[in-house]
């Protein structure tokens, strides 16, 4: 038997749309009250009514996760408006591509920055919450890309792969404390960061959908405590 989430506190990155604000729904749907961030207040706000209808408390933090000063901030809101996290799905990411002496200098620094710097943050902030609880847990998003390099894809698979490390050595710190810290790193998913504006038209029979993986990660999520996935990769059955 796994364990029930009802009325446990998750805060998830890059809520507003994507593989985040399916997280979000599936997550309400199992009780978990939710604590979302993202840079859009919009569509922030839209995933705050929609989880609500499930009867679950939630709350948003509009904040830019690359900078250590605003998830602190994004943090401590949170944490006053629906307490402190028991979960925390590190889930943001910008994707830049390109050839590497073509991809503008600016926006290989930026994929670092948001993509490493920003999970870097954001557990910082939240871990103590975690620890204070002596159980917890964390699932790091990271991609096919954080276990193989792609042309193309130089600044993302960077990213990606500095992700898979430190989630990996951060597990090895914080089992101990009984939390769970693990990657999730699925191939192609139908979301605006793989296919932009025009992901509505993409088959969705071929490709996963956010859906899928947050299925996947409640799943994962409601395994017995004494048990957790260190990684995983998630494939399209028959993409082709
Ligand atoms: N889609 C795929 O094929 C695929 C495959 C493997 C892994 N992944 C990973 O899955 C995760 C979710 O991706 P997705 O496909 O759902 O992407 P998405 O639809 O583009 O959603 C990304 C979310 O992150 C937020 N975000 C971006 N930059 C941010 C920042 N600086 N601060 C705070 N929030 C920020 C975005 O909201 P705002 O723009 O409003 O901030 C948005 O809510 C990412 O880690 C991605 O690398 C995706």
Redesign the pocket.
Known sequence: MGQSLKDKVAYI??????????TALELAREGVHLGL?????S??KKTVEEVEAFGVKASYAV?????QEEVNQAVSKLKENIGKADILI??????SRGQFLEIDPQDWKKTI???VF?TYHVTRAVLPQLIEKNQGDII???????LKGTAGSTA?SA??FA?QGMTEALMQEVRRNNIRVST????????????GNK?DEQDKEK??Q?ED?AEYMVSQLKLNQRIFIKTSL?WATNPF
């Open positions: 990155t890059g809520a507003g749309r994507g593989i985040g604000k399916a961030m993202a840079r859009t207040e569509r922030l904040v830019d996760i690359s900078n590190n889930n943001a990411a910008i994707s920055e948001v993509n920003g790091n998003i990271s991609s096919s890309n954080g993302y990213s990606k992700v999730l790193n699925p191939s192609l998913v139908a979301t605006e960061l793989a296919f992901v490709y996963m956010p993986i998630q």
